[in-house]
């Protein structure tokens, strides 16, 4: 029952998904976190590295948008800047954010996965979308408020137990 709710698959930083690699995961689009998943929460910013890993997404054809739970506002100036489409104020856990931005981007749902840091949003928004759940370690959580930080032992907890669900190919897409 709670591998219903685990992420396929764990990494340390969104620079791992190479194009290659999402070659190997059947993965043609992403959508992406932006708070501690793409830059620190405090960062206006991407580093070089994060930047240079898009670019090569890009140039791949892989389709990306930003999903958040940020306010309309400063995701929009974060997404015209570094030139994605976005949803914002997405609701994690909740999917609508999640499935509206995977219709935007138009692949099917089984090769398109959440990229996040959080479990109680990212995971559990792209599972209930029907969408692959990757889960990505988060960039400098100290930085978090206090209310995301507030929810991290209970999801160290969580992880310990889900672990990893398997993908299957006759997954929804
Ligand atoms: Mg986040």
Not at 39 to 60: C, F, N, Q, T
Not at 92 to 102: I, Y
Not at 109 to 126: H, L, P, W, Y
Request: with cysteine.
């Amino acid at each position: 029952m709670l591998q219903l709710l685990a992420p396929h698959l764990r990494i340390d930083r969104v620079e791992q998904l190479t194009l290659a690699r999402l070659g190997e995961l059947q993965l043609d689009a992403l959508l992406l976190d932006v708070d501690c998943t793409l830059k620190p929460y405090r960062d206006e910013e991407i580093s070089a590295k994060v930047a240079a890993w898009l670019a090569e997404l890009r140039g791949g054809g892989i389709g990306l948008c930003l999903v958040s739970n940020g306010r309309g506002a400063r995701i929009r100036r974060f997404a015209q800047r570094i030139e994605l489409p976005f949803v914002a104020t997405a609701m994690k856990p909740f999917p609508l954010g999640c499935r509206r931005a995977a219709r935007k981007l138009g692949f099917p749902r089984s090769r398109t996965a959440m990229v996040g840091d959080q479990f109680f949003a990212d995971v559990i928004a792209a599972r209930l979308a029907g969408l692959v759940s990757i889960l990505v370690r988060p960039i400098r959580p100290e930085e978090e408020p206090w209310f995301t930080r507030s929810k991290r032992p209970l999801e160290r907890w969580f992880l310990r137990h889900v672990g990893v669900a398997p993908r299957r190919s006759g997954d929804r897409s």
